[in-house]
């Protein structure tokens, strides 16, 4: 049988490694630097965070000339961690041949990853700067179309972030 081998440390603690009392004291001047930084606070609801376009918040379905972008190809709720998104594709006569039938975001699954965003070819769902998600009920929580679709022009900021660093 093979002996066992031990295992040998390239660099021992050091005696000040071993007491943590160096590891305290930085702690202690990164508490102390945050104490005379400036603050900011909002005064909300009458003062609202205004998100830069690299923020992450509600998923939205983008609405293009009256039509939704979406051709149904079923990429971001195969993507999704949470099992958010439902999607179910119908046939069109119209260019793009395929549209959603059903398209559902349950929010109170949704974890915000930006995953769908990522793995869309069209472009059709992007994280809007929408942070107030309120629900009374599990059933309100699950949006649909109606409340998903918002035109492009809304979504401006966004896209044009997502159109830079793709």
Not at 43 to 51: A, H, L, T, V
Not at 52 to 57: I, K, Q, Y
Not at 97 to 126: D, L, S, T
């Amino acid at each position: 049988m093979a002996e066992p081998r031990k295992i040998i440390r390239s660099k021992d603690l050091s005696f000040w490694q071993k007491i943590y009392i160096p590891e305290i004291f930085k702690g202690l001047r990164i508490t102390l630097s945050h104490i005379f930084k400036k603050k900011s606070t909002y005064m909300y609801p009458d003062e609202r965070f205004k998100p830069p376009a690299s923020f992450r918040g509600r998923p939205v379905l983008v609405e293009e000339n009256g039509e939704e972008r979406c051709v149904a190809c079923g990429l971001c709720s195969r993507v999704c961690p949470a099992l958010a998104i439902e999607v179910q594709a119908s046939e069109t006569e119209l260019e793009k041949e395929r549209y959603p039938v059903k398209f559902e975001i349950n929010m109170v699954r949704c974890i915000f990853c930006g995953f769908c965003e990522e793995v869309c070819p069209e472009e059709a769902i992007v994280m809007s700067q929408n942070y107030e998600l309120v629900f009374n009920s599990q059933e309100e929580a699950v949006f649909g179309k109606d409340k998903l679709l918002t035109p492009t022009t809304r979504l401006h900021d966004r896209l044009e972030f997502l159109r830079q660093y793709r």
